[in-house]
């Protein structure tokens, strides 16, 4: 089971980006998703999860700015990134709670989100 993340790169404050995170090979299901990121020095922090059933939850820095979403279909979490700041800058990782056997924690590669003038 391999997750790829893709969709980062520089933009200017108060522009958007759209993450996308694929899952591919073989599993039963697929549970929560989500988004997290991390900037040097410091501890990989929660954006963003998305449930089986959709439920969202969201940091209070991107509250009302990003939104998560998934396509079952396409085994695709999404970050929809609106009103970007500065303080967004850092590598964006996705991660899946999959069913194989059991269920175990999958992470990407990460994609860097880089928000300056």
């Known amino acids: 089971v391999q997750l790829q993340a893709s969709g980062g790169g520089l933009v200017q404050p108060g522009g958007s980006l759209r993450l996308s995170c694929e899952a591919s090979?073989?599993?039963?299901?697929?549970?929560?998703m989500g988004w997290y990121r991390q900037t040097p020095g410091k501890q990989r922090e929660l954006v963003a999860t998305?449930?089986?059933?959709?439920?969202?939850t969201y940091s209070d820095s991107v509250k009302g700015r990003f939104t998560i979403s998934r396509d079952d279909a396409k085994n695709t979490v999404y970050l929809q990134m609106n009103s970007l700041k500065p303080e967004d800058t850092a590598v964006y990782y996705c991660?899946?709670?999959?069913?194989?056997?059991?269920?175990?924690?999958?992470w990407g590669q990460g994609t860097l989100v880089t928000v300056s003038s």
């Open positions: 998305v449930g089986s059933g959709g439920s969202t």
């Open positions: 090979g073989t599993f039963f299901s697929i549970k929560a």
């Open positions: 991660n899946a709670r999959i069913v194989v056997i059991y269920t175990d924690n999958y």
